[in-house]
C-alpha cells in the first residue's frame, strides 16, 4: 500500500511561480526499493500527461519539453517527499496536478513520463495560473 500527498497547489498570475510538494508512505516494498516518482497533470476533456519524473536512487529526470527551463523536479535527502518546482507560469500550465509512483524499479531505469506506468496516484491538486 502506497499513499501519496500533494500540497501546494493554488492561484497565480502568469510569470509567477508555484511549488508543489508531494509526500509519500508505505510499506516495505516502498519504503526499501527504488521509486520513480512523478508530476502528471490533466484538464478537462484531455488525456493525463507527464510533466517531469524522478529516479529516487538515481536521481535523473526527465521532464516534458514544455516545462523544460522553467519546471525543476526534486527530492529530499529522505527520498519521501518529491517537490515540482514551477517557475515563469503560463496559462496553459493551468491543470490539476498529480503526484505518481512506480515502486520496485532497476536502477538503471530510465523514468518514464508515461502515466499508465505509474499504479499509485495522489487526489490531485489544482493549479490556475491567469493570464
Known amino acids: 500500500q502506497v499513499d501519496l500527498v500533494e500540497s501546494g497547489g493554488g492561484s497565480v498570475q502568469a510569470g509567477g511561480s508555484l511549488r508543489l510538494s508531494c509526500v509519500g508512505s508505505?510499506?516495505?516494498?516502498?519504503?526499501?526499493?527504488?521509486?520513480?516518482t512523478g508530476w502528471f497533470r490533466q484538464v478537462p476533456g484531455k488525456e493525463r500527461e507527464g510533466v517531469a519524473v524522478?529516479?529516487?536512487?538515481?536521481?535523473?529526470?526527465e521532464v516534458t519539453d514544455s516545462a523544460k527551463g522553467r519546471f525543476t523536479i526534486s527530492q529530499d535527502l529522505a527520498k519521501t517527499t518529491v517537490s515540482l518546482q514551477m517557475n515563469n507560469l503560463k496559462a496553459e500550465d493551468t491543470a490539476m496536478y498529480y503526484c505518481?509512483?512506480?515502486?520496485?524499479?532497476?536502477?538503471?531505469?530510465?523514468?518514464?513520463?508515461?502515466?499508465?506506468?505509474?499504479?499509485?496516484w495522489g487526489q490531485g491538486i489544482q493549479v490556475t495560473v491567469s493570464s
Open positions: 505518481a509512483t512506480a515502486i520496485r524499479v532497476l536502477y538503471g531505469t530510465r523514468c518514464s513520463l508515461q502515466p499508465r506506468v505509474f499504479p499509485f
Open positions: 508505505g510499506d516495505s516494498s516502498y519504503r526499501y526499493g527504488y521509486r520513480c
Open positions: 524522478i529516479h529516487s536512487g538515481s536521481g535523473i529526470t
